[in-house]
């Protein structure tokens, strides 16, 4: 059994669904564990035990995590990195001798990777994919109770744009182009109809600064993952301004929502987008390019329906999890591989360090691909109802009470 570790950042993120398709389309042969940075820090002399039994811990946030967690090369662990973007590209990236290799989502950041001296051989591309059961296209019904649910007349044009503050900086997701644009359509009567629906938390001083338009955005800061869907349903069409992505992984939701899709060439768009068949592609920092396209899509409603069905075809055809993370497996064989001093640790030494308890939480966890899983789902949604198995092991084991508090609070 080929053992992965996977440390991810929130459940409910990005991050959290990259580790979750893993673990639900790994190949036999393969066993997937997943814990997020918090349990791991809330634990960390079990979860560098842990490390050092796994084949490969696969870091999905960016790449210094593993650093942050000062694995180092003695500990003979082959790490996997991640680079999902880079804001400032006049810094050179350094992988650290002792990484296996390093996961990037997009080409861009392939060749960035290249050009800055990552060998080829320890660079693996994997593409963001999207759950095309998850993210449907919209019947008129569905349409009708998502504008119902998010206080939306059904004669508005809506357009989408959802992210997280925190992940703006050095405007990153292009929102001055996005705060321009909306005001010209406030200023503009034939552009009344025109609404926005922002979700992501902390955009709220943004949107109370500009009161010119905050009359025209409804905003949501805070989506479960039964509605996210449904924010989609409510929309015309999906806006992207960024000016570094690597998705964005909203741009596939929309495409398997069957949105019509206007964005800045970057990320996956520049791998899997094409300019007015999937998406009207917009220069970046260009208001004008922006509101262009949205007026476009307003008044051309064949236009509109032609994006919508070639980016649903594109997301089902191409960027299905299930599609697009058959890739990973061979990443994780080939860095597993590349770490000749690598080593596992005997069970009679986990014995020794852990005691009986640890030793069985460990067996436990490497023989059951969504042990994790499990703790994450009870810790999150069932508040503190920890599997009653989960809270005897963490109870016995060395500093589980630590990680058995962090997981109730989370």
């Known amino acids: 059994?080929?053992?992965?570790?996977?440390?991810?950042?929130?459940?409910?993120?990005?991050?959290?669904?990259?580790?979750?398709?893993?673990?639900?389309?790994?190949?036999?042969?393969?066993?997937?564990?997943?814990?997020?940075?918090?349990?791991?820090?809330a634990n960390l002399p079990n979860f560098r035990l842990l490390c050092r039994a796994s084949d490969v811990v696969h870091f999905l946030p960016q790449h210094h995590l593993a650093d942050l967690f000062s694995i180092s090369e003695e500990e003979h662990t082959a790490i996997l990195?991640?680079?999902?973007?880079?804001?400032?590209?006049?810094?050179?990236?350094?992988?650290?001798?002792?990484?296996?290799?390093?996961?990037?989502?997009?080409?861009?950041?392939?060749?960035?990777?290249?050009?800055?001296?990552?060998?080829?051989?320890?660079?693996?591309?994997?593409?963001?994919g999207v759950s095309t059961k998850e993210f449907t296209p919209a019947t008129p019904l569905n349409k009708r109770k998502a504008r119902e649910l998010f206080g939306i007349s059904g004669?508005?044009?809506?357009?989408?744009?959802?992210?997280?503050?925190?992940?703006?900086?050095?405007?990153?997701?292009?929102?001055?182009?996005?705060?321009?644009?909306?005001?010209?359509?406030?200023?503009?009567?034939?552009?009344?109809?025109?609404?926005?629906?922002?979700?992501?938390?902390?955009?709220g001083d943004l949107i109370q600064s500009n009161p010119h338009i905050s009359r025209m955005i409804h905003y949501y800061p805070f989506l479960n993952g039964n509605?996210?869907?449904?924010?989609?349903h409510a929309l015309d069409a999906y806006l992207c301004t960024s000016k570094v992505e690597g998705g964005p992984a909203p741009v596939l939701e929309a495409w398997s929502s069957g949105v019509a899709v206007v964005s800045t060439d970057v990320g996956i768009v520049r791998d899997y987008g094409r300019h007015e068949k999937n998406v009207l592609k917009i220069a970046t920092n260009s208001t004008e390019s922006a509101i262009f396209a949205v007026k476009d899509l307003m008044v051309r409603e064949e236009l509109r329906e032609k994006l919508a069905i070639a980016g649903l075809a594109t997301a089902r055809n191409e960027l299905e999890w299930?599609?697009?993370?058959?890739?990973?497996?061979?990443?994780?064989?080939?860095?597993?591989?590349?770490?000749?001093?690598?080593?596992?640790?005997?069970?009679?030494f986990l014995r020794t360090r852990l005691g009986a308890s640890g030793q069985r939480f460990l067996e436990r966890a490497r023989s059951r691909n969504d042990w994790f899983l499990e703790v994450q789902r009870s810790s999150i949604h069932r508040g503190s109802g920890l599997p009653r198995v989960v809270h005897s092991v963490l109870k016995r084991l060395p500093g589980g009470g630590v990680l058995r508090g962090a997981l109730l609070r989370r």
């Not at 570790?5 to 979750?20: E, K, S, Y």
């Not at 509605?227 to 989609?232: E, G, I």
Request: charged share 20%.
């Open 1 to 41: 059994m080929f053992t992965v570790l996977i440390v991810f950042d929130h459940f409910d993120w990005i991050l959290g669904r990259w580790a979750q398709e893993i673990s639900k389309n790994c190949p036999k042969g393969f066993n997937i564990l997943y814990i997020s940075d918090i349990q791991a820090r």
């Open 227 to 232: 509605d996210l869907h449904k924010a989609f």
């Open 322 to 348: 299930s599609i697009v993370i058959r890739p990973i497996f061979d990443a994780y064989r080939s860095v597993a591989a590349s770490s000749p001093r690598r080593r596992q640790l005997s069970p009679s």
């Open 155 to 203: 004669e508005a044009f809506v357009i989408g744009f959802f992210a997280k503050y925190s992940s703006n900086f050095n405007d990153r997701k292009g929102t001055r182009a996005l705060v321009d644009a909306l005001t010209r359509f406030a200023d503009d009567p034939a552009m009344a109809r025109v609404k926005a629906l922002i979700t992501g938390p902390g955009w």
């Open 81 to 128: 990195a991640s680079i999902h973007h880079v804001v400032e590209k006049d810094v050179d990236f350094n992988l650290p001798a002792h990484y296996g290799g390093v996961m990037v989502v997009a080409s861009e950041w392939h060749s960035y990777c290249t050009q800055n001296g990552v060998p080829p051989e320890k660079l693996h591309l994997v593409f963001n």
